[in-house]
């Protein structure tokens, strides 16, 4: 991602979520995946943002998702190796070559603009790890939900636990 893009995007992000992003590029960039995806930011997120973890349940929840997390990354997640994870968000999202360039899976991309409209219904500038969390959930064809499906997170239930934006900040 260009270095501009990449501070447009960053200037928006509350500081943890600037730390999730960045581990999930790198995470991405070990992986030896070409994009990011929704488990890379699930997993930098869980990792790096105690409430979005919280969210999740209790400790036993957050082990489980992580837990998979990692077994995804030691070479469970081969079969999501060279393919590109689509979305089924009504979201617009960037396509294509413009996706790819940015660096980002479309579903990835489009949990992005998700947080980032999240945050706007809160009156907020700045986009926080719930709102991510929340958008990572909302689409059940990302590769986010489905490691919270196989890890046993509801993902009703999580949205519960994080709650509708609101004015309130």
Known sequence: MPATRRAELED???????????????RALRDGDRQVDTAH???????????????????AEQARVLGYLVQLSIGYGLRWQRSV???????????????????????????????FERAALRGD????????????????????????????VDRHDLAVRIGEPSQQV
Do not use: N
């Open 41 to 59: 930011l699930l997993h930098s997120l869980v990792e790096g943002d105690p409430e979005s973890a919280a969210a999740l349940g209790g400790p």
């Open 125 to 152: 500038h700045r986009v926080r790890g719930l709102d991510l969390l929340a958008a990572l959930a909302a689409d059940p064809a990302g590769r986010a939900a489905e490691v919270l499906r196989r890890a046993g």
């Open 85 to 115: 994870e689509d979305t089924g968000s009504e979201l617009p999202v960037l396509r294509g070559v413009e996706a790819a360039a940015a660096g980002w899976s479309p579903a990835a991309a489009a949990a992005l603009a998700g947080a």
């Open 12 to 26: 928006g992000l509350a500081a943890e979520l600037v730390t999730a992003v960045t581990g999930a590029r790198r």
